[in-house]
């Protein structure tokens, strides 16, 4: 099992808002910023969210990500179909001395 | 524009080799650390392997120590990831990513991916 924790499946219908969660530990979460990516069907992983809450340029403003302790967040508000993909979280994690994502999180638009 | 062409994707025996090169474009390639994270099918995203931009620090997931080895040359823009005693279970696609700056800080542009296959 993953270092982070995620739940395995998310689903809303057009327009409402999701949040996926991420639960960690002190020697990941807890000290590093979290990176939040989307993988689209049958494509590369592309960054969503970096640094807890930033927005890479040309990433909508209905993506935001935020964290508490040693848990962070992804709010996707005003779903849209497009947005049916899976959803990982990452860190580094100090006792490992390497990164970590979380087993991901399958959106389903329903 | 960033670009990563991974390449050097196969089918092996197991036990077996191969070696992985990522060639980049788009920006100062020695002022950023690299990544390869796979996916094997079906399944979710695992970091393998990360080197600082000046090959100085080298980073390995425990499950790929002592039969992989990550190296770059700035010169040529590539960073390559030297796969040893493969098995069944090092199948995936291995994914060339970009770091965000140190190691630590993840990453931000991915390429599309190189297929390894280990089966006899």
């Known amino acids: 099992q993953s270092v982070l924790t995620q739940p395995p499946s998310a689903s809303g219908t057009p327009g409402q808002r999701v949040t996926i969660s991420c639960s960690g530990s002190s020697s990941n979460i807890g000290r590093n910023a979290v990176n939040w990516y989307q993988q689209l069907p049958g494509t590369a992983p592309k960054l969503l969210i970096c640094?807890?809450?930033q927005r890479p340029s040309g990433v909508p403003d209905r993506f935001s990500g935020s964290k508490s302790g040693t848990s962070a967040s992804l709010a996707i508000s005003g779903l849209q179909s497009e947005d049916e993909a899976d959803f990982y979280c990452g860190t580094w994690d100090d006792s490992l001395n390497n990164w970590v994502f979380g087993g991901g999180t399958k959106l389903t638009v329903l | 524009e960033v670009q990563l062409l991974e390449s050097g994707g196969d089918l092996v025996q197991p036990g077996g080799s191969l070696r992985l090169s990522c060639a980049a474009s788009?920006?100062?390639?020695?002022?950023?650390?690299m990544n390869w994270v796979r996916q094997a099918p079906g399944k979710g995203l695992d970091w393998v392997s990360g080197?600082?931009?000046?090959?100085?620090?080298?980073y390995y997931a425990d499950s790929v120590k002592g039969r992989f080895s990550i190296s770059r040359d700035n010169s040529k823009n590539t960073v390559y990831l030297q796969m040893n005693s493969l098995r069944a279970e090092d199948t995936a696609v291995y994914y060339c990513?970009?770091?965000?700056?140190?190691?630590?800080?993840?990453?931000?542009?991915w390429g599309q991916g190189a297929s390894v296959t280990v089966s006899s």
């Open positions: 640094s807890d809450n």
């Open positions: 788009g920006f100062t390639f020695s002022s950023y650390s």
């Open positions: 080197i600082s931009s000046d090959a100085g620090s080298t």
């Open positions: 990513a970009k770091g965000r700056g140190y190691t630590r800080y993840g990453m931000d542009v």
